[in-house]
């Protein structure tokens, strides 16, 4: 009963909490919906960054992937922070420079209004398709473990999957849809502090246990008898091979940190440049210490558990049971619920503010007032909102859940980031460039990782099956070395539609040249000390994983 009432407490102190913070925020306009009215400062954008980063995607699955392959992992944590940097550095300054308040707005002045209605049509098919059922699914799966749902219901596993989906998808619609993106950041920042807080305690009760109440006697054992999970640059057959790092791994960080709008739209709501860099370089410094939440448990449990689980996934939800005393799993659960409801209404409100400024205002409506563009999308989220609903439960046999949405993403990640970096560098590359840009990212990525990759990896291990090989470790190789990595594929194909964009650039060029403008709707003056700040976090992150090779 105790886990129950703290679950319910802190919950609802944190919804009454952003209700009262948002009460003098008005929605006259798209800035103070959208935007949270540009007022969001370093603290609230760094915090509201890492929660929406941290949801059960990012927890359960990166866990899930540690407690199968080790530390190499991290990765998707470390490499985060310098990704963070040069989004501060180099394109947040132009995001607030041309006054956006969605990244395809940029490539509607960079380009022409077609690329920009393509782009948001891209980011809102992942979005209701990939991100938002996942999303779901992986929340409902970690609520429903840890309070033992079926058992306590009455229900199968599935019915209680459901129940969790639509519980968590009505009560973040309601936060997202008629809150904004103000109610989103208060409520991401209360919800940090618990998430820092439990984060770091699921551990902490972990290396207790196995030190018999010991922490370093607990970590010594830990490292001690598990040492090939203690290697941070991963082997050909790991999910993230070391090689990747220098190819498609970067790539992947500098969509998700720097154009992804779901996390971009919180330093674009920053009250001046200056608090903007702040809050990505805070959030980037904290981002190193993310391996304590997002991988250590999972080692942990493999140690605990011995690797007996059936589903790596279930390795954390598994956890948080067996360490934490009674009296905290309520209080967890609540923080993890406030991740899965930031992730979940981060980007639906993203999705909103999509459909909203990018496709009813400049196609359906174009003479549509502020009021009425928010009005038609908050009915375009609650649809979008019903619609991952029905599709969460639906993905329950995707395997790995962290691995499958990064590799899905590459759908329209790449050819998003590609576009927008050459029209960035370049100022005579023409519209059509970029649509190509875009098509060919999108196609190409789908013929290779669902046309020729089935094919080649099946025919790799038929010849292996038909060879007698049968050991576990040789076919795992085998199917590593069948096709290349998908973040192989995404760095290639980077490099392809660039070489095409500027191959048209040279052959049909645009005939005046780009040039940004200043709206002057924000201070741009840079933190004087982002620079410095920037290098010794990159010095940091370097240190991290050359200790740990």
Not at 508 to 527: C, F, G, L, N
């Amino acid at each position: 009963m105790m886990q129950f009432l703290t679950f319910i407490g802190f919950t609802v102190i944190v919804a009454i909490i952003s209700y009262l913070k948002t009460k003098s925020t008005k929605e006259a306009s798209s800035d103070s919906y959208f935007l949270g009215g540009r007022s969001l400062t370093a603290g609230v954008i760094a915090g509201s960054l890492l929660l929406t980063n941290l949801s059960t995607e990012q927890i359960v699955g990166l866990n899930g992937s540690a407690y199968q392959s080790g530390l190499s992992v991290m990765v998707w944590e470390t490499l985060a922070a310098i990704a963070m940097i040069v989004t501060a550095l180099f394109l947040l300054p132009r995001y607030l420079k041309g006054g956006l308040t969605t990244v395809p707005g940029f490539l509607a002045k960079r380009f022409d209004i077609a690329t920009k209605t393509l782009t948001s049509i891209l980011f809102l098919s992942g979005y209701v398709v990939v991100l938002l059922p996942v999303i779901l699914y992986s929340g409902s799966l970690a609520i429903s473990g840890m309070f033992d749902l079926p058992e306590l219901l009455g229900v199968t596993h599935t019915q209680s999957i459901w129940i969790c989906v639509w519980g968590i998808g009505l009560i973040g619609s309601v936060y997202a849809v008629f809150g904004g993106l103000k109610a989103v950041a208060i409520s991401d920042s209360i919800n940090a502090i618990g998430l820092l807080i439990g984060g770091i305690l699921i551990p902490v009760f972990g290396l207790m246990m196995i030190g018999d109440g010991n922490i370093w006697d607990g970590l010594s054992i830990l490292t001690a008898e598990n040492p090939d999970k203690f290697k941070s640059m991963g082997g050909p057959t790991d999910p993230v091979p070391f090689y990747t790092i220098f190819t498609g791994m970067m790539l992947v960080q500098l969509f998700y940190w720097g154009t992804n709008q779901q996390i971009i739209q919180r330093a674009l709501g920053a009250k001046n440049l200056k608090e903007g860099q702040k809050g990505l370089l805070l959030a980037s410094f904290i981002k190193i210490l993310g391996p304590l939440i997002v991988v250590l448990p999972g080692l942990i449990a493999f140690h605990i558990f011995q690797g007996d689980l059936d589903s790596a996934d279930s390795a954390y939800p598994m956890l948080v049971k067996k360490v934490l005393p009674n009296a905290w799993v309520g209080f967890f659960a609540a923080v993890l619920f406030g991740a899965i409801l930031s992730s979940f209404n981060s980007v639906l409100n993203s999705s909103v503010t999509l459909f909203g400024i990018d496709v009813y205002k400049q196609h359906i409506n174009k003479n549509a007032n502020e009021k009425t563009i928010i009005k038609y999308g908050k009915i375009f989220g609650i649809a979008l909102a019903i619609a991952s609903m029905f599709i969460a439960p639906l993905i329950a046999n995707a395997g790995s859940l962290f691995a499958y949405l990064q590799e899905i993403n590459g759908i329209y990640s790449i050819p998003i980031l590609t576009i927008i970096v050459v029209g960035y560098l370049t100022k005579r590359v023409p519209a059509i460039a970029a649509k190509i840009g875009l098509v060919s990212g999108c196609s190409l990525y789908i013929l290779s990782q669902f046309i020729l990759q089935p094919y080649f990896i099946n025919k790799a291990l038929a010849n292996a099956e038909a060879a007698g090989i049968t050991d576990a470790a040789t076919l795992a190789l085998t199917k590593a070395e069948a096709y290349p990595h998908f973040l192989d594929i995404m760095a290639i194909l980077f490099l392809l539609n660039i070489a095409i964009m500027l191959i048209i650039g040279k052959l049909k060029p645009r005939k005046e040249a780009y040039v940004q403008e200043y709206t002057e709707q924000v201070d741009i003056t840079p933190w004087k000390y982002v620079k410095q700040a920037g290098i010794a976090i990159c010095i940091i992150v370097i240190g991290v994983y050359v200790y740990f090779a």
